[in-house]
């Protein structure tokens, strides 16, 4: 066991739907920190950039589309396991296949709207925080 920071977003299907406190709300009460969060509106640079693993795949540019169609919350979190616990907390990609009291069983609308990001492992966290936080604004 160890403590990790991981990327958490809140993607535009869910703040549109004001269901930012309801998510923080479920991360928090499995136990998750959030040591840092901003509201932001990604640019389409910064969208595929950030999802640039996934350019060969056939809903790369959907997923950028829906991930600047408006503002996302994007957080740092941080716990025991962070990265694996927050994935649990999430449920699986497709909320059809997530299971009961998971954040995209409960609130996602689609595989693609999906309501959550979460960095899939330890080396991409690290990464992914960097993308958008400096070391300055993560208070654990
Ligand atoms: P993850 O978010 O559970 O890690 P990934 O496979 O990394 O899932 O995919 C990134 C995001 O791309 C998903 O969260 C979802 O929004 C979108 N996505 C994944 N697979 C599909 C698909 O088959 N059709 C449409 N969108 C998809
Ligand atoms: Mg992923």
Do not use: C
Not at 87 to 104: K, L, Q, Y
């Amino acid at each position: 066991m160890s403590i990790q920071q991981t990327l958490s977003i809140i993607k535009p299907d869910a703040t549109k739907r004001n269901l930012t406190g309801k998510i923080n709300s479920k991360l928090e009460e499995s136990g998750l920190k959030i040591i840092a969060q901003k509201r932001i509106l990604l640019s389409k640079a910064q969208a595929k950039d950030f999802y640039k693993v996934h350019q060969e795949r056939p809903f790369y540019d959907d997923l950028v589309k829906f991930m600047i169609s408006g503002p996302v919350v994007v957080q740092v979190l941080e716990g025991e396991n962070a990265v694996s616990k927050n994935r649990e907390v999430m449920g699986a990609t497709n909320p059809a296949e997530a299971e009961e009291g998971t954040i995209r069983k409960e609130f996602a609308v689609s595989l693609e709207a999906n309501s959550v990001h979460g960095s899939d492992s330890l080396e991409n966290a690290k990464i992914e925080i960097s993308f958008f936080f400096s070391r300055i604004e993560l208070v654990s």
